[in-house]
């Protein structure tokens, strides 16, 4: 029974590449949260989505940042022409429904922009 | 900007005493708050919830009490042990069908 599934675990980019982070929900669940760590800081909000559709998205930056969750496969996260700014932990939570009772998180990325 | 914070960033305490995490949140419309522990390099883990129509829930070593007056929230760990070292938060779920809004941590060290 495998919790939330994140990968990479590290990630590596140059200035103005793209990054792609995966999650895989807890089986069961269908409602996927992404979230932003920077060092010796808390979790910040960035968007949640549901199967095929993106109910909030109000923590995610307008440019460069976009997210989705097929009907089939993992939920992306996708940084494009990243800067030493989105270098952070990136996590991924699941839950079973959308009154946000019981998240799991996964073990996160680490994104690291040289 | 945030609603939830924490009193103190940092706390020391002796292995086999109790510790105490406190954490202020600001929206009294917040129906749910759970508290996560967090190891180093590693994601956050669920510790205990709470629900707003309760001031006081127990689990194994672990206490959360809610003042709803004064919007305080509180994580007791009994006989507190090395591997209880880790970075604490609260989360406060705001209404209904929104994400959970984090508070910035409290690093718990323990003390052999």
């Known amino acids: 029974n495998a919790g939330v599934m994140q990968n990479p675990r590290h990630l590596v980019r140059r200035r103005g590449q793209e990054a792609r982070l995966r999650c895989s929900p807890m089986?069961?669940?269908?409602?996927v949260y992404w979230y932003r760590q920077l060092p010796e800081e808390g979790l910040k909000f960035m968007v949640y989505?549901?199967?095929?559709?993106?109910?909030?998205e109000s923590g995610m930056p307008k440019e460069r940042f976009s997210a989705e969750f097929p009907k089939e496969g993992p939920s992306i996260l996708r940084i494009q022409q990243v800067v030493r700014g989105d270098s952070a932990a990136y996590f991924c939570?699941?839950?079973?429904?959308?009154?946000?009772?019981?998240?799991?998180f996964g073990s996160g990325t680490r994104l690291t922009v040289v | 900007g945030e609603s939830v914070g924490l009193h103190l960033p940092t706390l020391s305490v002796q292995e086999g005493d109790n510790s105490i995490i406190n954490c202020a949140y600001s929206?009294?419309?917040?129906?749910?708050f759970i508290w996560y522990k967090q190891e180093s390099g590693k994601g956050p883990q669920f510790i205990i919830d709470?629900?707003?129509?309760?001031d006081k829930r127990q689990g194994q070593r672990v206490t959360v009490l809610l003042n709803k007056t004064v919007k305080h929230l509180s994580l007791q760990i009994a006989a507190t042990q090395p591997g209880d070292s880790a970075v604490y938060f609260c989360?406060?779920?705001?209404?209904?069908?929104?994400?959970?809004?984090f508070g910035k941590g409290t690093r718990l060290s323990v003390i052999a």
């Open positions: 939570a699941s839950s079973r429904d959308s009154q946000n009772y019981g998240y799991t």
């Open positions: 089986k069961g669940h269908s409602h």
């Open positions: 989505l549901q199967k095929e559709n993106i109910i909030d």
């Open positions: 929206n009294s419309a917040s129906d749910y």
């Open positions: 709470i629900r707003s129509n309760m």
């Open positions: 989360a406060e779920n705001p209404t209904g069908n929104t994400p959970l809004v």
